[in-house]
C-alpha cells in the first residue's frame, strides 16, 4: 500500500506522491568565508564550489549535523547561528545566542548544538529540533568546543584550560588546565583521548579524557588553530596559522610524523566522512587545500571566497517525500523499497512542514529507490 488517507473513520488507499529527489546529494565540504559573510559548498567528487550561501556577520565556525541535512554557523560578529539546510543549501532560520560566537559543535545524536560566545564566556546550548535557545552556561572562558562519541560530555577551550561540561546537566563539572590560549578541541573516535591546540604556546595538549589530566604535550609548528582527528583515529591534524603548514600527529605515539605545507595561514581542518581526503581552510589565500591523507600530501587547491576560517564535511543523503491531498494533514508516514537488498534508515520520524521526509544515504545504490507514503486525516 503506497499511503493512507484517514477519512471520516475509513482507511482509504492513495497512490504515493512521486518523489521529490535532493536538490543535493554527495559528500561536501562547508566553508565559512569569514569577510564575505559566506558559506561556500565544495563538492567533494569534483572539489569544485558549487553553490555560495549567504549568512551572518563574520561566519567563523560550521558544524553539520550527523545526518547530514543541516549546518550551523557561528556568526561573530551579528551575534547569532545560521541554520543552513544541506539539502536545498537554503537558509531556514537564524538563532540569537551570546556575544561573539566563536565556535559550533553539534552532539553525535544530533539533539543540541553547543555554541561558545566568546564575549560573554557562555555556552548557548540550541534544541535542533526547534532551534531555540534551551540554556545558557557558564565557563570560564569561550573558544573551541568537541562532544565526545558519546555525548555525554563537552569540552571548551578557554583562555588557558579547558572546561568540562556534563551534558545531562549542562554544567561544568572539571576544568584541565593546558597551553596558552586554546583553540581547536578534538575527541579520538574511542572517547579516550582528547585534543587541544594551543595558539601562542605552539603546542597541542593530549588529555586522558577518563581522569581529565593533561598526559603529553606537542610541540608542532608556529600558532596551532585547530585540530581534527582521522575517523579511524590514528592520526591528527593540526593546522598552523603562523608556519602555514600542518602538523600530523600519530595518536598511537603521540609525535609528529609529518609537515605538510599548504596555503597561508590555515586555520580550520576536517577530514573527509571516511579519511582518504583531509580539508583545509587557508586564511590568508583564500583558498582551500585538498591533502590525501595516505601520502599526506596538498592534491588540489580549491579557490574560495574572502578568508576561509572554518570547514566541515558531510554526506548529504538523498531525499524523497510525499504529500496528502488539499484539506489534510499529515499525522505520520513511512517508506517503501523496490531495487535494493539493504533497506535504507529512516532519518526523519516526523512530518516535515506539509510532506513527509524520507532520507537515505545516496552512496549507495541500494539506497535509491524509495517511495515514501504519508498518513492523512482530515
Same mark, same amino acid.
Given at each position: 500500500?503506497?499511503? !493512507?488517507? !484517514? !477519512?471520516? &473513520?475509513? *482507511? !482509504?488507499?492513495?497512490?504515493?506522491?512521486?518523489?521529490?529527489?535532493? +536538490?543535493?546529494?554527495?559528500?561536501?565540504?562547508?566553508?565559512?568565508?569569514?569577510?564575505?559573510?559566506?558559506?561556500?559548498?565544495?563538492?567533494? *567528487?569534483?572539489?569544485?564550489?558549487?553553490?555560495?550561501?549567504?549568512?551572518?556577520?563574520?561566519?567563523?565556525?560550521?558544524?553539520?549535523?550527523?545526518?547530514?541535512?543541516?549546518?550551523?554557523?557561528? $556568526?561573530?560578529?551579528?551575534?547569532?547561528?545560521?541554520?543552513?539546510?544541506?539539502?536545498?543549501?537554503?537558509?531556514?532560520?537564524?538563532?540569537?545566542?551570546?556575544?561573539?560566537?566563536?565556535?559550533?559543535?553539534?552532539?553525535?545524536?544530533?539533539?543540541?548544538?553547543?555554541?561558545?560566545?566568546? &564575549?560573554?564566556?557562555?555556552?548557548?546550548?540550541?534544541?535542533?529540533?526547534? $532551534?531555540?535557545?534551551?540554556?545558557?552556561?557558564?565557563?570560564?572562558?569561550? #573558544?573551541?568546543?568537541?562532544?565526545?562519541? &558519546?555525548?555525554?560530555?563537552?569540552?571548551?577551550? &578557554?583562555?588557558?584550560?579547558? %572546561?568540562?561540561?556534563?551534558?545531562?546537566?549542562?554544567?561544568?563539572?572539571?576544568? @584541565?588546565?593546558?597551553?596558552?590560549?586554546?583553540?581547536?578541541?578534538?575527541?579520538?573516535?574511542?572517547?579516550?583521548?582528547?585534543?587541544?591546540?594551543?595558539? @601562542?604556546?605552539?603546542?597541542?595538549?593530549?588529555? $586522558?579524557?577518563?581522569?581529565?589530566?593533561?598526559?603529553?604535550?606537542?610541540?608542532?609548528?608556529?600558532?596551532?588553530?585547530?585540530?581534527?582527528?582521522?575517523?579511524?583515529?590514528?592520526?591528527?591534524?593540526?593546522?598552523?596559522?603562523?608556519?602555514?603548514?600542518?602538523?600530523?600527529?600519530?595518536?598511537?605515539?603521540?609525535?609528529?610524523?609529518?609537515? @605538510?605545507?599548504?596555503?597561508? %595561514?590555515?586555520?580550520?581542518?576536517?577530514?573527509?566522512?571516511?579519511?582518504?581526503?583531509?580539508?583545509?581552510?587557508?586564511?590568508?589565500?583564500?583558498?582551500?587545500?585538498?591533502?590525501?591523507?595516505?601520502?599526506?600530501?596538498?592534491?588540489?587547491?580549491?579557490? /574560495?571566497?574572502?578568508?576561509?576560517?572554518?570547514?566541515?564535511?558531510?554526506?548529504?543523503?538523498?531525499?524523497?517525500?510525499?504529500?496528502?491531498?488539499?484539506?489534510?494533514?499529515?499525522?505520520?508516514?513511512?517508506?517503501? =523499497? /523496490?531495487?535494493?537488498?539493504?533497506?535504507?534508515? =529512516?532519518?526523519?520520524?516526523?512530518?516535515?512542514?506539509?510532506?513527509? =521526509?524520507?532520507?537515505?544515504?545516496? #552512496?549507495?545504490?541500494?539506497?535509491?529507490?524509495?517511495?515514501?507514503?504519508?498518513?492523512? +486525516?482530515?
Amino acid at each position: 500500500m503506497a499511503g !493512507l488517507v !484517514l !477519512l471520516v &473513520g475509513l *482507511a !482509504l488507499p492513495v497512490t504515493a506522491a512521486t518523489p521529490a529527489r535532493a +536538490a543535493t546529494s554527495g559528500t561536501f565540504a562547508y566553508v565559512t568565508n569569514y569577510v564575505s559573510n559566506t558559506v561556500s559548498v565544495v563538492n567533494a *567528487a569534483t572539489n569544485t564550489v558549487t553553490t555560495t550561501v549567504p549568512v551572518g556577520s563574520r561566519p567563523n565556525w560550521v558544524a553539520v549535523t550527523p545526518d547530514g541535512i543541516t549546518a550551523y554557523t557561528a $556568526n561573530f560578529v551579528s551575534n547569532d547561528v545560521t541554520v543552513i539546510n544541506t539539502v536545498t543549501n537554503a537558509v531556514t532560520t537564524t538563532i540569537p545566542v551570546g556575544t561573539r560566537p566563536f565556535a559550533v559543535a553539534v552532539s553525535p545524536d544530533g539533539t543540541i548544538a553547543y555554541v561558545t560566545n566568546s &564575549g560573554s564566556n557562555t555556552v548557548s546550548v540550541i534544541d535542533t529540533a526547534t $532551534n531555540t535557545v534551551t540554556t545558557t552556561i557558564p565557563v570560564s572562558s569561550a #573558544q573551541g568546543v568537541a562532544f565526545n562519541p &558519546g555525548g555525554t560530555t563537552a569540552y571548551v577551550s &578557554g583562555s588557558s584550560d579547558v %572546561s568540562v561540561i556534563d551534558t545531562a546537566t549542562n554544567t561544568v563539572t572539571a576544568t @584541565i588546565p593546558v597551553g596558552s590560549s586554546p583553540k581547536g578541541v578534538a575527541f579520538t573516535p574511542d572517547g579516550t583521548t582528547a585534543y587541544a591546540a594551543n595558539l @601562542i604556546s605552539n603546542t597541542v595538549s593530549v588529555i $586522558n579524557t577518563a581522569t581529565n589530566t593533561v598526559t603529553a604535550t606537542i610541540p608542532v609548528g608556529t600558532l596551532p588553530y585547530a585540530v581534527a582527528v582521522s575517523p579511524d583515529g590514528t592520526t591528527a591534524y593540526v593546522t598552523n596559522n603562523g608556519s602555514s603548514n600542518v602538523s600530523v600527529i600519530n595518536t598511537a605515539t603521540n609525535t609528529v610524523t609529518a609537515t @605538510i605545507p599548504v596555503g597561508f %595561514s590555515p586555520e580550520g581542518v576536517a577530514f573527509s566522512p571516511g579519511g582518504t581526503r583531509a580539508y583545509v581552510t587557508n586564511y590568508g589565500s583564500n583558498t582551500v587545500s585538498v591533502i590525501d591523507t595516505a601520502t599526506a600530501t596538498v592534491t588540489t587547491t580549491v579557490a /574560495s571566497s574572502s578568508n576561509p576560517i572554518s570547514v566541515a564535511t558531510a554526506r548529504v543523503p538523498a531525499v524523497a517525500t510525499a504529500t496528502c491531498p488539499a484539506g489534510h494533514v499529515i499525522t505520520g508516514g513511512g517508506y517503501q =523499497q /523496490s531495487g535494493g537488498a539493504v533497506p535504507p534508515t =529512516q532519518v526523519t520520524d516526523r512530518p516535515v512542514g506539509d510532506s513527509w =521526509q524520507v532520507l537515505a544515504d545516496n #552512496q549507495s545504490t541500494n539506497y535509491t529507490n524509495l517511495t515514501p507514503y504519508a498518513v492523512c +486525516a482530515p
